[in-house]
């Protein structure tokens, strides 16, 4: 599985899945959420609309992954996780490694060959990039090797918006 570390706007990749760092209610909201429910139209939102009348009422809880359609995006899903907000007491970063861990899951599920990551939790949400990149890397690498074989995936991207994430990431990941 090849790791690709690139600065830029996640709403933009020609990916097969491509990540959202969405809150629990799904509906939208700012940073990435906001982006990728603009990008993708309001056709996202209804379909978000429509797991939470069916699937989760009470929204999606931390960690946890689903998928929807990304409609006018250029990648095909859309694959929503709940990161965990520092500011709120959650600090615990067996959380943050469930974002990605079940991304991962979800996107090898629907046979995407190719995923797109933001920084789950940097930012708003008050993890510092430098432990975000660690669990990420952490996570994508446990994922090659217990999933690999069953896997379709072939290319992890983590784009990401500033310069400085960037840089962490890329010294986390040596590349």
Known sequence: ?????????????????????ANSSLLGGGGVDGAIHRGAGVELLEACRELRRTQLPGGLPVGAAVAT?????????????VGPNR??????????????????KVAAGLGARSIAFPA???????WDARQVADVAFDAVRRFSVRE?????????????????????FRT????
């Open 1 to 21: 599985m090849r790791i690709d570390i690139l600065q830029g706007d996640v709403t933009t990749r020609t990916v097969d899945a491509v990540v959202n760092a």
């Open 148 to 168: 690999a074989a069953d896997s379709p995936l072939e290319l992890v991207e983590f784009v990401l918006f500033s310069e400085e994430t960037t840089a962490v």
């Open 120 to 126: 789950i939790s940097a930012g708003i949400y008050g």
């Open 69 to 81: 359609p990304a409609f006018r995006l250029p990648a095909r899903w859309v694959i929503h996780t």
């Open 172 to 175: 986390v990941f040596g590349s």
């Open 87 to 104: 500011h709120a007491g959650q600090t615990d970063p067996a959380l943050l490694a469930s974002c990605f861990r079940e991304s991962l």
